[in-house]
């Protein structure tokens, strides 16, 4: 599976973006996939994952009812909306996929994306 974000950009605090993530392969639906994001200095963080159906998701507390994570199998694409974005929030955002149920760290997905920076500017 290949993996390609997009979508990030300058946002001002309280603003809203949505990103993309566009898989390629005929297996994406049987793939659980997840949005992390790492920020300068700092470790890769679990954003929200979604599984393979999309009939379960998971938030980080920090993201929680803020950033809502869905998907498209008939498109082959996962998608991040990001409302009310912090500062915080600045960071570069990946998409991962794993054929395996859902996870919330790193190591547990196999495939990555390339990443797209997200900047929110106080």
């Known amino acids: 599976v290949q993996l390609q974000a997009s979508g990030g950009g300058l946002v001002q605090t309280g603003g809203s973006l949505r990103l993309s993530c566009a898989a390629s392969?005929?297996?994406?639906?049987?793939?659980?996939m997840g949005w992390f994001r790492q920020a300068p200095g700092k470790e890769r963080e679990f954003v929200a994952a979604?599984?393979?159906?999309?009939?379960?998701?998971y938030d980080a507390d920090s993201v929680k009812g803020r950033f809502t994570i869905s998907r498209d199998n008939a498109k082959n694409t996962v998608y991040l909306q990001m409302n009310s974005l912090k500062p915080e929030d600045t960071a570069v955002y990946y998409c991962?996929?794993?054929?395996?149920?859902?996870?919330?760290?790193?190591?547990?997905?196999?495939?990555w994306g390339q990443g797209t920076l997200v900047t929110v500017s106080s």
């Open positions: 991962a996929a794993t054929p395996r149920g859902v996870g919330v760290r790193p190591y547990e997905y196999e495939y």
């Open positions: 392969g005929r297996t994406f639906s049987s793939y659980a």
């Open positions: 979604i599984s393979w159906s999309g009939g379960s998701t």
